[in-house]
C-alpha cells in the first residue's frame, strides 16, 4: 500500500493555510484527490472565512474604516494595529480596515474573528440562479386557445414535502400549481388542478368574478383567509401603517408613521434595535456582545417597503409589548430604521424573509437580497422577459423596462426543511398576469411554452407564423439602420443650429 504524500502528510493547519491561497475552482478540483482532502475542503469555517474576505458586506466595513484613515503612514499604522493585540477588553478606538497592513497576524485574526460574529453567511450569496416560469392557463375555444390572466398568490403546504401556489383566474376560477415537482407524473410548474370557471363570485350566477390580489393560506385547516392572525397590520397609499386586533375588529388598535406609500410587509419574531443594527454593520460589536442579541427574548420585526418621493423606501421597527398605560393589546414601538437613499432607484414593490437576508423587488425588474440591517446589498438578480428570446432578439427586447417586474414575493421553504436541501427555499413571484420561480442552481431555467402539447397546427398556419418571424425580422434590421444613421448625422453635426 503506497503511503501518504508530502501533502497528506501535514497537519489540517497547514493544509488549510496553503488551501487558503488556492482559487475555489482548483480547490473543488483537489478534492478529488483523497478523502483527507475531501472533508478539508468542505471545512465550515474555512468557507466562512473565505467567502467573508470576498463579501460586499466586508467589503462596506473597508470602505467607511478607510475614510478615517485618509492620509496612514504605515509606521503609525502598524503601532495602532499592535495596539489591539492584548488580550483585555476591546478598546474604543476603531480598528483599520482589513486590506490594510496589520502589524500583528493575530490582531488581524482575532478582528476577523470578531466581524465574523456580526455576519450571517447564506449558501445562496454567490450561487448562480435562474428564472423560471409556470405554465399559463388556457381558455381554449375548439382550435382557439388564450392565456388565462392570475390574480394573485399565496403558497400552500400540503403535509412535509409537497407546496403548492394557490391563485385565483381572471375567470373566476382557482388554479394550483405544483411548485416542488413532488406529485407523479408533475414537473416543476405545472398545473396540478383547475376549478371550472366563475367559482369566485359574489352571489348569483349573474353576479361579477371576484378577483382578489391578496390571498392567504391557513396550512394547519387548509383554508384560504384574508386575515388568519389577531394582530393586523395593514399600509398602503396611507402615511401610517395602521394596527388592528381581530377580536376587536374594525377598531384602530394603534398606527406607527411612515410617510411613504407602502406596498409590501413582513414581520419577523426576534426583536430589532436600530443601534446593534448599525453597530453590526460596522462590524464593530464583539462575540458576547453578538451572542447576547441573539439570546434575546420578546418582541419582533416589521418590515415594510415602498415608495416615498419617487424613490425606493426600505423600513423595518422594532416592536414590543404595550408600555404601561396602553391597552393591553397593544404594541410599543421600540426602534425604527429608514433606508431611502440606497434601498432603490425606483419603487419597492414586495419584500419576504429569505434565510437571514430581506429579498425585495422593485419597479425596475430587479429582485435584491439585503442583509438585515436594511442597508447592505448582498445580490441582485434580474428577472429579465417571460418569454422566450429568439436566435435574433427584438430591438425592443433590449430596451430598459422591457422585462417582468415583480408584484409579489413569496418563500417556498417546506415545512420541515433539513440542512441537507439547501436548494429547498426558492422563491415564488407574481408579476400580475403570470407566476414564476427563482431557484438557485446552475441549470437552466424552464419557461412557459415547455409545459405546451405537440405542435397541432396546420401547415398554413406553420408558414403563416414564419412569415410573420420573417417580417419581424426585417422589420427589427430596418430599425437598427435607421438608428445607426440618426447617430451617424449626429456626429456629423446634422440638426445642430447656428
Not at 495602532?80 to 488581524?108: C, I, K, M, V, Y
Amino acid at each position: 500500500m503506497a503511503g501518504l504524500s508530502a501533502l497528506e502528510s501535514l497537519p489540517h493547519e497547514i493544509i488549510l493555510e496553503i488551501l487558503s491561497f488556492l482559487e475555489t475552482k482548483d480547490i473543488i478540483h483537489l478534492q478529488r484527490c483523497s478523502r483527507r482532502l475531501l472533508k478539508l475542503s468542505r471545512d465550515n469555517v474555512f468557507w466562512r472565512t473565505r467567502c467573508l474576505l470576498t463579501s460586499s458586506f466586508l467589503e462596506g466595513i473597508n470602505l467607511r474604516r478607510g475614510a478615517r484613515f485618509p492620509e496612514v503612514i504605515e509606521g503609525a499604522l502598524n503601532e495602532d494595529a499592535a495596539s489591539q493585540d492584548h488580550d483585555g477588553p476591546d478598546t474604543e478606538r476603531t480598528p483599520p480596515p482589513l486590506d490594510f497592513p496589520w502589524a500583528s497576524r493575530r490582531a488581524r485574526e482575532k478582528e476577523i474573528q470578531k466581524i465574523t460574529a456580526n455576519w450571517d453567511p447564506l449558501f445562496f450569496r454567490a450561487k448562480p440562479s435562474t428564472v423560471s416560469w409556470f405554465e399559463r392557463p388556457q381558455l381554449r375555444d375548439g382550435s382557439l386557445k388564450d392565456h388565462i390572466e392570475v390574480k394573485g398568490v399565496a403558497v400552500y403546504q400540503h403535509g412535509d414535502e409537497e407546496v403548492f401556489a394557490v391563485s385565483p383566474l381572471d375567470d373566476g376560477s382557482v388554479c394550483l400549481w405544483d411548485i416542488k415537482g413532488t406529485r407523479p407524473g408533475k414537473r416543476k410548474g405545472s398545473i396540478l388542478e383547475q376549478s371550472k370557471a366563475g367559482l369566485l363570485r359574489m352571489g348569483s350566477s349573474k353576479s361579477p368574478y371576484l378577483s382578489p390580489d391578496c390571498v392567504s393560506v391557513d396550512n394547519a385547516r387548509g383554508r384560504a383567509f384574508f386575515a388568519v392572525s389577531d394582530d393586523i397590520f395593514v399600509a398602503g397609499r396611507f402615511s401610517n401603517i395602521l394596527n388592528y386586533d381581530r377580536r376587536m375588529f374594525p377598531s384602530i388598535k394603534g398606527s406607527l408613521h411612515s410617510g411613504a406609500r407602502l406596498c409590501s410587509l413582513t414581520s419577523l419574531p426576534y426583536p430589532f434595535s436600530s443601534v446593534d443594527s448599525e453597530l453590526r454593520r460596522k462590524g464593530e460589536l464583539s462575540i458576547e456582545q453578538v451572542e447576547k442579541i441573539k439570546e434575546t427574548t420578546g418582541g419582533r420585526t416589521l418590515v415594510a417597503c415602498g415608495e416615498y418621493n419617487t424613490k425606493g423606501s426600505l423600513e423595518i421597527y422594532g416592536l414590543g409589548p404595550p408600555l404601561p398605560g396602553q391597552e393591553p393589546h397593544g404594541v410599543s414601538l421600540n426602534s425604527v430604521m429608514k433606508n431611502r437613499q440606497t434601498a432603490s432607484k425606483s419603487k419597492l414593490l414586495s419584500v419576504i424573509n429569505h434565510g437571514t437576508c430581506l429579498v425585495v423587488s422593485d419597479g425596475s425588474g430587479y429582485l435584491k437580497w439585503v442583509e438585515r440591517d436594511g442597508f447592505t446589498e448582498v445580490r441582485r438578480q434580474y428577472i429579465g422577459p417571460s418569454e422566450r428570446v429568439a436566435d435574433h432578439p427584438s430591438l425592443f427586447n433590449e430596451m430598459p423596462g422591457s422585462g417582468e417586474i415583480a408584484r409579489k414575493l413569496l418563500s417556498t421553504q417546506s415545512r420541515q426543511a433539513s440542512d441537507n436541501k439547501s436548494n429547498d427555499d426558492d422563491i415564488l413571484l407574481w408579476t400580475g398576469e403570470k407566476l414564476g420561480l427563482v431557484n438557485f442552481s446552475s441549470k437552466q431555467g424552464f419557461m412557459a411554452d415547455d409545459f405546451e402539447e405537440g405542435d397541432s397546427r396546420t401547415p398554413e398556419e406553420v408558414a403563416a407564423e414564419k412569415e410573420k418571424q420573417h417580417y419581424e425580422e426585417r422589420m427589427r434590421q430596418a430599425l437598427e439602420r435607421d438608428a445607426d444613421g440618426v447617430r451617424l448625422f449626429k456626429v456629423l453635426g446634422a440638426g445642430i443650429r447656428g
